[in-house]
């Protein structure tokens, strides 16, 4: 099983960039598709952006298209998600998330349930 650790979040002015990390132990990134995923109170997790385990493909939530970048570094064996832009509706704890099994190499999974592995999450609060 793969250990996840997000760092990176904070307080933000709206307007300002923030950029998110995540840490994975017990396996390398890229062996995994990847996803990142934001909660706010009282809402259900929603997908924010995604890489495929090939890397070669990615897609983003299209409330966050323009704004967010999803990136890798296999040799820190880390997800980072750059954040600009940002809006107050950004506000959420965001989380990294990791799907062990490796099927086709161009997929990006976009629901939450196709993930195994999370992290504890990061607070994101974007102000007025």
């Known amino acids: 099983q793969v250990q996840l650790v997000e760092s990176g979040g904070g307080l933000v002015q709206a307007g300002g960039s923030l950029r998110l990390s995540c840490a994975a132990s017990?396996?390398?990134?890229?062996?995994?598709?990847l996803g990142w995923f934001r909660q706010a109170p009282g809402k259900e997790r929603e997908f924010v952006a995604g890489?495929?385990?090939?890397?070669?493909?990615?897609y983003y939530a299209d409330s966050v298209k323009g704004r967010f970048t999803i990136s890798r570094d296999n040799a820190k064996n880390s997800v980072y998600l750059e954040m600009n832009s940002l809006k107050p509706e950004d506000t959420a704890v965001y989380y990294c998330?990791?799907?062990?099994?490796?099927?086709?190499?161009?997929?990006?999974?976009?629901?939450?349930?196709?993930?195994?592995?999370w992290g504890q999450g990061t607070q994101v609060t974007v102000s007025s």
């Open positions: 017990g396996r390398t990134v890229s062996s995994y598709a």
């Open positions: 998330a990791t799907r062990s099994s490796r099927d086709n190499a161009l997929r990006v999974h976009t629901t939450a349930p196709e993930y195994d592995s």
């Open positions: 890489m495929a385990w090939s890397g070669v493909r990615t």
